[in-house]
C-alpha cells in the first residue's frame, strides 16, 4: 500500500518560513519524481515544484525565489523549504509521487494534503 505522508503545515506570520515534509511508504521512493501542489479556496490544484531522482528542480515562476525542494532517498521523504511566505501562498499543499518512464506517466500518488496559513 502506498501512503504519502505530508507534515508541517501550519498558521506563520507574513514573512515567515514553514519547511513541509513528505514521507513516502510502498514505493520504491527513488524510482519516483517527487512534486509539491498547492490548492487555495476555489482555485484548481497548481504544480508548485518538482525534483526528480537524480535531484533536477523545477519551480513554478512565482516561487522560485523563495522555495526549495528537497529530497532524501534514505529517507524516502520530499522537503518543500518556504521562506518570505505571503498571505496569497495560504492553502493546502499536497506531495505527489509520479513515475515516469519513456517520457510516460505510469503511477501517480497523492498525499492527504497540509494547510498552510499565511496571515497575521
Known amino acids: 500500500q502506498v501512503r504519502l505522508v505530508e507534515s508541517g503545515g501550519g498558521l506563520v506570520q507574513p514573512g515567515g518560513s514553514l519547511r513541509l515534509s513528505c514521507t513516502a511508504s510502498?514505493?520504491?521512493?527513488?524510482?519516483?519524481?517527487m512534486q509539491w501542489y498547492r490548492q487555495a479556496p476555489g482555485k484548481e490544484r497548481d504544480l508548485v515544484a518538482s525534483i526528480t531522482s537524480s535531484g533536477t528542480t523545477n519551480y513554478a515562476d512565482s516561487m522560485k525565489d523563495r522555495f526549495t525542494i528537497s529530497r532524501d532517498n534514505a529517507k524516502n521523504t520530499v522537503y518543500l523549504q518556504m521562506n518570505s511566505l505571503k498571505p496569497e501562498d495560504t492553502a493546502v499543499y499536497y506531495c505527489n509521487a509520479k513515475y515516469v518512464k519513456y517520457g510516460l506517466s505510469l503511477a501517480t500518488y497523492w498525499g492527504q494534503g497540509t494547510q498552510v496559513t499565511v496571515s497575521s
Open positions: 510502498g514505493i520504491i521512493f527513488s524510482d519516483y519524481v
